[in-house]
C-alpha cells in the first residue's frame, strides 16, 4: 500500500525539536492563542526544519520545554462551572434515550469538503456527541489518525481523516472546543494526543465512558463489556489492529467502526443515571460527587499535551535488562548504538521503530556484533529488514 502521508510528507515533523500545537485560532477562547506559540509555529515556517536534522540531534531534544495545552484557560473554567448548584443535576436524565437499531440509522462517509461542511452543520446543532478515533502505527513514525467516528442520536458519520487531513482542524474545532457541546469518548488517553497532533483539535467538556465505569468499579473497563452489558451487542475486537488506511474500508470494517460510537450515546445515559444512584445510596448530602468525579477525570485528560517521543536512556536500560544474551561491554555499546540509529534512521523514512529493526533482531545483531552482510545475514538467520541493508 503506498503510504498515505506522502500526501503531506512536507507538513509531518519527526525532528527532535519540540512538537509545535497546529491550530492558529480559539473559536471559544477565554484566552487567545499563547504568543509562545504563534511565535514558534512562524519560526517553524521560515526554518522548515522538520526534515532537516541528523544524527546526534536527539542531544538537544533532553529537557527541552514542550508547549503548554493552550485550552488550559478553557478547560479548567469549564471542569470549575460543573460544580455549580444545579449544573450536575440538569446533567442527569430521568430515563435513558434508547438507541436506533443499527440497519435503521443513516450512515455517512465523509470523504469531501463538502460532505464535511453538510457534518458540521449537522454536529453543531446538536449538545451531545459520540466519538472515537482508529489510528495507524506500523508504517509512520509518529502515528496516523486514519478515521473519525462521529454519531449523534439519529445518525453516524464515518470521517476520512487521510483524505480530509488538512480540513479537518478548522472544520471541527468550533464543535470540539464548544463547552456546551458534550463529547462522549470511551478510554480517551491517547485519542486526546491524536487529535492534538494531527488534526489541532483540543477537546473542551468531554465524558469518558471509561473514567465513568472505574468510578462506579464495574467488573469490566473496556468498551467491548460496556457494549455487551448495556446494549446486548458482541463486538468482533479482531479488527482493532487492522490497518485503517486502506480504501475502500470493508463492509466488516465500517460496521466495528460504526458500533464504537453508535450505542455510545446510550451507554453514557445508563451509566450517568448510574452515578447519581451509586452517589445517593453512599452519600445523600453530596448525591452528585460520584457524576463529578468523572467530569473531573475527563477534563483532566483533555489538559494532556502531545509530545513527540524522546530517546531516552531508560529505554535503552530495558532492552539490556531482558537481553540475557549480553555478556561483554563491547556489546552493550554497540546495542546502545543501534538503538538510536534506529530511532534516527525511522524518523527519517517516517517508520515506526518495530518496523525498521524488530526488537529480537535489535538483539541478535548486538549479540553477534557482525561486521559484514553475509554475517548480518546469518545473524538475523537470513531475514533483514529493508532498512538494514539500504543503510
Known amino acids: 500500500m503506498r503510504k498515505p502521508q506522502h500526501a503531506w510528507i512536507a507538513d509531518i515533523d519527526n525532528s527532535y525539536d519540540a512538537f509545535v500545537p497546529l491550530l492558529t485560532a480559539k473559536p471559544h477562547c477565554i484566552e487567545d492563542l499563547p504568543t509562545e506559540i504563534i511565535e514558534a509555529q512562524a519560526k517553524q515556517q521560515e526554518s522548515k526544519t522538520s526534515r532537516n536534522f541528523a544524527y546526534g540531534d536527539h542531544k538537544q531534544q533532553k529537557g527541552q520545554a514542550s508547549f503548554p495545552n493552550p485550552y488550559t484557560p478553557e478547560i479548567e473554567a469549564f471542569d470549575q462551572s460543573i460544580g455549580e448548584d444545579g449544573k450536575l443535576a440538569s446533567l442527569v436524565p430521568d430515563v435513558a434515550t434508547e438507541f436506533k437499531p443499527l440497519e435503521n440509522t443513516t450512515l455517512t462517509f465523509v470523504d469531501t469538503e463538502e460532505k464535511l461542511a453538510k457534518a458540521c452543520e449537522v454536529l453543531s ?14 508504517r509512520t513514525y509518529l502515528g496516523i489518525t ?45 485519542d486526546i494526543e491524536w487529535l492534538q497532533r494531527d488534526l489541532g483539535l483540543y477537546v473542551v467538556n468531554m465524558f469518558d465512558t471509561g473514567q465513568a465505569s472505574r468510578v462506579l468499579g464495574l467488573k469490566g473497563f473496556g468498551l467491548a463489556f ?166
Open 146 to 190: 486514519s478515521l473519525m467516528q462521529v454519531s449523534t442520536r439519529e445518525e453516524d458519520f464515518i470521517i476520512d481523516t487521510i483524505t480530509l487531513r488538512k480540513h479537518l482542524g478548522d472544520a471541527l474545532r468550533p464543535i470540539f472546543d464548544n463547552p456546551d457541546i458534550v463529547k462522549v469518548l470511551h478510554g480517551a488517553d491517547m
Open 226 to 391: 460496556l457494549l455487551q452489558t448495556y446494549c446486548s451487542v458482541l463486538t468482533d475486537k479482531k479488527y482493532q489492529l487492522a490497518d485503517w488506511r486502506q480504501r475502500p474500508l470493508p463492509e466488516e470494517m465500517v460496521k466495528y467502526a460504526r458500533e464504537d460510537t453508535h450505542y455510545l450515546l446510550y451507554v453514557y445515559d445508563r451509566l450517568r443515571i448510574e452515578l447519581l444512584e451509586r452517589g445517593r445510596a453512599s452519600n445523600a448530602a453530596n448525591p452528585y460527587a460520584p457524576l463529578k468525579a468523572v467530569y473531573h477525570k475527563s477534563s483532566a485528560l483533555c489538559l494532556k499535551s502531545y509530545e513527540k517521543p524522546e530517546v531516552k536512556d531508560y529505554n535503552f536500560y530495558m532492552l539490556v535488562a531482558r537481553n540475557k544474551a549480553l555478556q561483554s561491554l563491547n556489546q552493550v555499546r554497540v546495542l546502545k548504538m543501534l538503538l538510536k540509529w534506529r530511532d534516527f534512521v525511522a524518523r527519517k523514512e517516517d517508520e515506526s521503530n518495530h518496523y525498521m529493526l524488530p526488537n529480537h533482531v535489535l538483539f541478535q545483531i548486538g549479540r553477534d556484533l557482525p561486521t559484514t552482510r553475509n554475517e548480518l545475514r546469518d545473524s538475523c538467520r537470513a531475514h533483514v529488514p529493508p532498512a538494514v541493508l539500504l543503510h
Open 125 to 138: 446543532s446538536v449538545t451531545e456527541l459520540a466519538v472515537d478515533l482508529e489510528h495507524h502505527s506500523s
